[in-house]
């Protein structure tokens, strides 16, 4: 029944997300993770299992007829990490969220869609769902519940993203910014400097290597973290210290350091650039800017700040947040087909054993109940005794088959389901 259904979570609603770690399994080795989570199914009864772990939730989805005391909560998420012992049971469980039965689905439908997420509408979060479900497939850890359940999961969320636009209109600072860059029709040739090499300047790096980027020199107070972003470009790091004596040309600065005031200053874009009056790309994504308004004012440069960044991914998550109720309604009516299809599952189960019992009903009658009187049959008659069972066979296993789909039928029909959707795709 569904009500065997149970997830029990940790995510950013109501937790720090610093504190989140706590509630993760505490290794990166994937074979121990895999005996770990044997253990946790084992230890504590659970039919199926399937975890995933991100920076913004922790969430253990099981089959299990028990309901999840405060006890259970404490024990498993003890046993989940041990330095969790040393808290106190109202920790765990002021943290930890415990959904059952319909809601189960209904909140493995958001966080595939993307509702549920702290970044509403990014499609990173349905990829880490698959992936977790794959690894956990390969650990022997799911079932035809939890398969089921996932894969009406997929259908639900690529549905969403289908027929609502969630997904549209970015809300990240660092990818509006290279929209932005785009927008100029830089060529793949151009030459980059990226001051700083903090995750700003590396994510940043990473769309450039998507786009065919690589023509860079890579600045930065610690010349290993430099070196980090220019390996993965193909370029060159150098010390902060010597952007000053930097001599070559460039078409775009990439800027986003921890300095609390402008490293970019008149006088050094100005030695820079020297007498090329050109027009250059200069993006600021630092907070407070790195590169003075003398520099915007007195060059020739089409500047792309983070304050202009941040009120359209500001204005984006607002579009996104509107379609959130079209997305709760596209879902709220795929929970209730949900409960329909996992009926029509455990009838599925049940009809299987069909065909094996029938065989062995007339493998029965045969061999034991009649075989004294088959034996005393010319080869003729039990020729044609043993062609009509095998037709009655085939029969009897068809009849309840056939009237199953017809049941299926007119059960899609009235709840208005596609008749042709399968539910059971995740392999």
């Known amino acids: 029944m569904l009500k065997n259904y149970k997830i029990l979570t940790v995510t950013h609603k109501v937790t720090n997300t610093e504190d989140i770690a706590d509630f993760i399994i505490p290794t990166d080795d994937k074979t121990e993770l895999a005996s770990r989570l ?11 299992l399937m975890y995933l772990a991100t920076c913004n939730r922790v969430l253990f989805f099981f089959t299990n007829k028990i309901q999840p005391d405060t006890s259970f909560i404490t024990s498993f998420f003890q046993s989940v990490n041990p330095n969790l012992a040393q808290q106190d049971a109202e920790y765990i469980s002021e943290n930890v969220q415990s959904i059952e039965g319909n809601k189960a689905i209904h909140h493995l439908y958001e966080i595939a869609a993307s509702v549920d997420s702290m970044v509403v509408g990014e499609r990173e979060i349905f990829r880490q769902l698959r992936e977790a479900y794959e690894e956990c497939r390969t650990y ?7 398969r089921i359940a996932m894969s009406a999961t997929v259908e639900v969320a690529k549905e969403v993203y289908a027929r609502t636009r969630i997904g549209e209109k970015s809300v990240s600072v660092v990818s509006l910014a290279f929209r932005k860059l785009q927008e100029t029709h830089v060529p793949t040739s151009a030459r980059f400097l990226i001051v700083g090499a903090g995750k700003t300047n590396s994510l940043f790096a990473k769309f450039m290597l998507k786009h065919h980027y690589h023509n860079a020199v890579v600045f930065n107070r610690s010349i290993d973290k430099a070196q980090a972003i220019a390996d993965e470009l193909g370029a060159e790091a150098r010390a902060l210290s010597d952007l000053g004596n930097y001599q070559d040309d460039f078409d775009v600065m990439v800027v986003c350091t921890a300095a609390v005031e402008p490293i970019i200053t008149q006088e050094l874009y100005g030695k820079l650039v020297g ?3 050109r027009q250059r790309i200069v993006i600021d994504l630092s907070l407070p800017n790195n590169v003075s308004r003398d520099v915007v004012e007195n ?4 500047y792309i700040d983070i304050e202009n960044l941040r009120q359209l991914a500001k204005e984006n998550m607002a579009f996104r947040l509107g379609e959130v109720e079209k997305a709760r309604q596209l879902i709220g009516k795929r929970v209730e087909e949900f409960k329909m299809r996992f009926r029509q599952r455990q009838i599925e189960r049940a009809m299987s ?3 094996t ?3 062995a009903i007339k493998s ?14 010319d080869p003729e008659a039990r020729d044609l005794l043993d ?8 029969r009897c296993i068809g009849i309840p088959m056939v009237a199953m789909k017809d049941a299926y039928r007119k059960l899609h029909h009235q709840a208005g389901i596609n008749k042709d959707a399968n539910p059971h795709n995740v392999k």
Request: net charge negative.
């Open 38 to 48: 044997n253990e946790l199914k084992a230890n504590y009864g659970l039919g199926e």
């Open 299 to 302: 060059f020739d440069v089409e």
């Open 275 to 277: 007498k090329d009056e």
């Open 353 to 355: 054993d069909v065909p």
């Open 357 to 359: 019992q029938i065989k």
């Open 364 to 377: 029965h009658a045969v061999e034991q109940v009649f075989k004294n009187e088959l034996d005393k049959l």
């Open 140 to 146: 022997g850890l799911i079932g035809d519940n939890i």
């Open 387 to 394: 062609r009509m069972m095998n037709y009655m066979e085939k």
